[in-house]
């Protein structure tokens, strides 16, 4: 019997932002390649008032299609209006009232069996709201800022809330998230930890000499990559840098706090030695990272990062901060370091790394563990589940 999904996703990539969600939909590709299962994608577009909504960043949203073909995907983009900066407790009634004639209309034609929500806000109160009117049982993914920031703010936290215990079932990206939730009250016993996947024949190990050779990289590098933002600890790795006098620092990634970045790195004179990458296209990841002597990214907090398991499998170690799954992913001494959100304790990680390289093929194996194909049997068994119990 087929098993019919509507996946819920507001991070979802499109033609304007092509690194937008990419593991969500890495994530829908591979469920939707299975033969027991039809999945259809909801990925509501949100725009503001006229004339907002006619420039910047939101031009290029308006101008999507409302229905497409996303690499083998059935992908509908239906808009909902927001207040930009000041809506996010507005936006799970906007985006519901803006979505469920749409949603009616496909489940009239093929009932679906389930609901699955790809991030806990705003989605998971979405689907919550969805799940009521059409009375089909839903699961919600946490993955790392929807619980950390969502799930503690005033106007939202009771949303969250609502939709962890009205759901038929739960992932997290990591048993660390899972306890996280834990704490917040969330029932632990409905929480399936379910780990990200990682392209294992793209990301693969090259030659480090001639990666460096190929992009005209000299010396020792260390790689970020993130979107520019204050909770990613770029700022940290930028302190780092004048006692690492030999490394060239590479920023992948966009964000206002780019320009906070560049006035640092003069004030400390390493502005020589760091490169903005700017947002680098998903498929071109695995040449930096094979160029890259480690990767860092000392983030205040995550779930379990992409670009962490992303390195590793391209033979990169990393060094990150204590949080959220780190400890279940670095499970021996080659993969990397976990530090101190301090200057001196990344610095001296790095230079330990940089003077004693782990070889390539051990680095990679941490990674073997995370495949799509694990990810897909896992979140296959848990939609088939919820759908047989509701």
């Known amino acids: 019997m087929t098993l019919n999904v509507l996946m819920l996703s507001t991070l979802f990539p499109d ?37 907002l909504s006619h420039a910047g960043r939101y031009a290029p949203l308006r101008a999507l299609p409302r229905k497409e073909r996303w690499r083998e995907l059935t992908v509908y983009r239906p808009t909902f209006p927001i207040i930009p900066k000041f809506g996010g407790r507005t936006n799970v009634g906007a985006m519901t009232r803006a979505i469920l004639p749409l949603i009616r209309r496909l489940h009239t034609e093929k009932p679906f069996d389930v609901i699955d929500a790809s991030f806990f806000f705003p989605d998971g109160p979405v689907a919550q709201r969805l799940s009521k009117a059409l009375g089909i049982p839903y699961s919600v993914k946490a993955r790392g800022a929807d619980i950390h920031h969502w799930g503690t703010q005033g106007g939202t936290r009771k949303m969250v809330r609502k939709a962890a215990d009205d759901a038929a079932g739960l992932l997290a990206v990591s048993d660390a998230m899972r306890r996280s ?19 294992l024949d793209t990301f693969e190990i090259t030659d480090r000499a001639a990666a460096k050779a190929a992009l005209d990289f000299n010396g020792p590098v260390v790689l970020s990559v993130g979107a520019l933002i204050p909770r990613k600890g770029q700022d940290l790795l930028v302190r780092a840098l004048p006692q690492l006098p030999d490394v060239t620092l590479l920023l992948a990634g966009q964000g206002q706090y780019r320009r906070t970045l560049e006035n640092l790195a003069q004030e400390l004179g390493v502005e020589r030695r760091i490169g903005f990458l700017g947002s680098v ?32 499998a391209c033979g990169t170690p990393i060094v990150i901060s204590d949080v959220g799954g780190a400890r279940e992913l670095l499970d021996r001494p080659e993969a990397g370091r976990i530090v101190e959100r301090d200057p001196d304790a990344i610095a001296a990680a790095i230079r330990a790394i940089l003077d004693d390289p782990p070889a390539q093929a051990a680095v990679r194996e941490t990674a073997l563990r995370f495949t799509w194909q694990a990810n897909g049997d896992a979140l296959l068994d848990h939609l088939q589940n919820i759908a047989a119990s509701g």
């Open 281 to 312: 296209p998903h498929h071109k990841l695995p040449r930096i990272f094979a160029a890259a002597d480690v990767m860092a990214l000392p983030s205040e907090s995550e779930g379990l990062a992409n670009a962490w398991v992303e390195s590793l």
């Open 181 to 199: 939730m834990g704490r917040m009250g969330i029932d632990t016993d409905k929480i399936r930890v379910h780990y990200t996947g990682v392209d």
């Open 15 to 51: 033609i304007s932002r092509p690194n937008f969600g990419v593991f969500v939909e890495r994530q829908a590709r591979e469920l939707a390649s299975r033969a027991e299962t039809d999945v259809t994608v909801i990925a509501p577009v949100g725009l503001p008032p006229w004339p």
